[in-house]
C-alpha cells in the first residue's frame, strides 16, 4: 500500500462554521464552537486516516480586523502562517453572505496561496430557502478566484462533507504518514479538557463573557475509575469574577456540570471537575502572560 499524507488548512471569517466542519469530518469533539466570533484561539489539528490517506486538517483561528492587543496580533500570525507547508485549502464561505471579513481571506489566499489548490466550500446551505440564488452567488465567487472545485456543504448536517473529503484525499501527495493511525489530534487531554470548559463559559455567559478570559487545567489525574480535573478560569477584574461565579455560585455549577458531561463522554471515564475563578490583571496586553498561559507562536 503506498501511503499518501498531507496537510489542508480549513479557512474563513469567524463564525462561518470551520469548527463545526472539522468536528463532523473527525466524528469527534475536538473544536469548540459557538454563535461568538473568535471562538477558536488555537491552531488545532485534527487527523483523519482513511483507506491509504492520512489527511491533517488544520483549524485556523480567523483572520482579525482590529489588531488592538497582543491576543489579536497572535491571531492573525496564527491565520496566515497556518498556511505554510499545507497541499490543500479549504476555504468555508457561507452561502449568499459575503463580508469584508470574506474579503480579507481572499487576499490572504491570493497572496499566501498561490501554489496551493483551494477548494471553496459554501455552508450553511441548510439555511438557504431560496435554493436559485445560490447559483448565481457562486459564479460570483468564482470570478474572484481560481479553484479546484467548489461544494455546497452543511457542516452542521453533514451534508455533501463526503464529496469534499474525497477531493481533499485526492490532493494529498504521496507520503509516509505522520502520525498513528488510531490518533486523532496533536492536542493533549489537558488542553482539550481547557476548552471545553471555555465553550460551556462562552455558550452560558453569552454577552456578558469577559472577552480576555482563558481557563487553564492546573490537576489532572487519574485514579481507579475517576479522573480528577482541576481548572482555573483567569479573569481581569473582580467583577468580572462575580459574573462568573454568578448569584450563589449558580453560574459556575451550571458551567461545571455541562462541562463535566463533554469531558466525559471525551474521556470516557468518570470526571470528578473542580473549578476555580482567579483575577489577573491586564493578561492579554502582555506577551509574556499570554506565552505562560499557552498562546506562544509555536501553537
Ligand atoms: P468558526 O468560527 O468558523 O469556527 O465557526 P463555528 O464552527 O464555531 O460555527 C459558528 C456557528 O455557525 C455555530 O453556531 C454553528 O453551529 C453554526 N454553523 C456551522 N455550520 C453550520 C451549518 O452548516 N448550518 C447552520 N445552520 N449553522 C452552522
Ligand atoms: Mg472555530
Redesign the pocket.
Known amino acids: 500500500m503506498t501511503e499518501r499524507c498531507g496537510y489542508a488548512a480549513i479557512v474563513?471569517r469567524?463564525?462561518?462554521?470551520?469548527?463545526?466542519l472539522l468536528n463532523h469530518l473527525l466524528g469527534q469533539k475536538l473544536s469548540i464552537?459557538?454563535?461568538k466570533?473568535q471562538?477558536?484561539r488555537h491552531r488545532l489539528l485534527g487527523i483523519k486516516t482513511e483507506g491509504d490517506t492520512q489527511v491533517i486538517y488544520v483549524d485556523t483561528p480567523?483572520v482579525h480586523q482590529r489588531q488592538h492587543n497582543a491576543m489579536n496580533r497572535y491571531l492573525n500570525r496564527a491565520a496566515s502562517s497556518s498556511l505554510i507547508g499545507v497541499d490543500v485549502v479549504v476555504w468555508l464561505v457561507e452561502a449568499l453572505k459575503w463580508t469584508s471579513e470574506d474579503e480579507q481571506v481572499l487576499q490572504l489566499l491570493t497572496h499566501h496561496a498561490t501554489e496551493i489548490p483551494v477548494i471553496l466550500a459554501v455552508?450553511?446551505v441548510?439555511?438557504v430557502t431560496d435554493r436559485e440564488r445560490l447559483l448565481p452567488f457562486l459564479s460570483e465567487i468564482q470570478e474572484k478566484f481560481s479553484f479546484q472545485e467548489i461544494f455546497p456543504i452543511?457542516?452542521?448536517?453533514g451534508s455533501n462533507l463526503a464529496e469534499l473529503e474525497k477531493s481533499v484525499a485526492k490532493l494529498v501527495p504521496e507520503a509516509a504518514w505522520f502520525f498513528p493511525e488510531d490518533q486523532w489530534t496533536d492536542r493533549s487531554e489537558r488542553f482539550l479538557v481547557a476548552e471545553i470548559v471555555r465553550e460551556k463559559l462562552i455558550r452560558r455567559l453569552g454577552a456578558e463573557l469577559p472577552y480576555r478570559l482563558t481557563v487553564q487545567v492546573e490537576h489532572f489525574a487519574n485514579e481507579d475509575n475517576l479522573t480528577h480535573i482541576s481548572a482555573v478560569i483567569w479573569v481581569e477584574r473582580d467583577s468580572q469574577k462575580g459574573i462568573v461565579i454568578g448569584k450563589q455560585g449558580k453560574m459556575l455549577k451550571q458551567v461545571g456540570t455541562d462541562a463535566r458531561q463533554d469531558i466525559a463522554v471525551l474521556l470516557d471515564r468518570k470526571i470528578f471537575l473542580q473549578l476555580w475563578v482567579k483575577v489577573r490583571a491586564g493578561w492579554s496586553d502582555d506577551e509574556r502572560a499570554l506565552r505562560q498561559l499557552g498562546y506562544s507562536d509555536e501553537d
Open positions: 474563513g469567524p463564525n462561518v462554521g470551520k469548527s463545526t464552537t459557538s454563535r466570533p471562538t477558536t480567523g455552508n450553511k441548510d439555511q452543511s457542516a452542521l448536517r
